[in-house]
């Protein structure tokens, strides 16, 4: 009887685990695609900003392009 109860024991205890496991790695899962969306928004306002000093004469058509590529080369 007492090996029943320790097996049940360790059964749930696995279990719990696995649970806890699962729930770490949803609210990881969470946290990436979060900052995929963060990391989007950069590269658009980087972009804007970019356009910006291209339109205003800061930067040439060629450092324009180089910038971008750079830009759009770190894009997840």
Avoid: C, P, T
Avoid at 42 to 69: F, T
């Amino acid at each position: 009887m007492l090996y029943a109860i320790l097996i049940v024991i360790v059964f749930f205890g696995l279990y719990m685990w696995l649970a806890s496991r699962r729930q770490h790695k949803q609210a990881q899962n969470v946290n990436h695609q979060a900052s995929v969306v963060n990391d989007s928004d950069d590269q658009d306002v980087q972009l804007k900003h970019l356009k910006a000093l291209l339109d205003s004469g800061a930067i040439d058509k060629e450092d324009y392009q180089q910038a971008k590529q750079r830009i759009l080369k770190n894009k997840i």
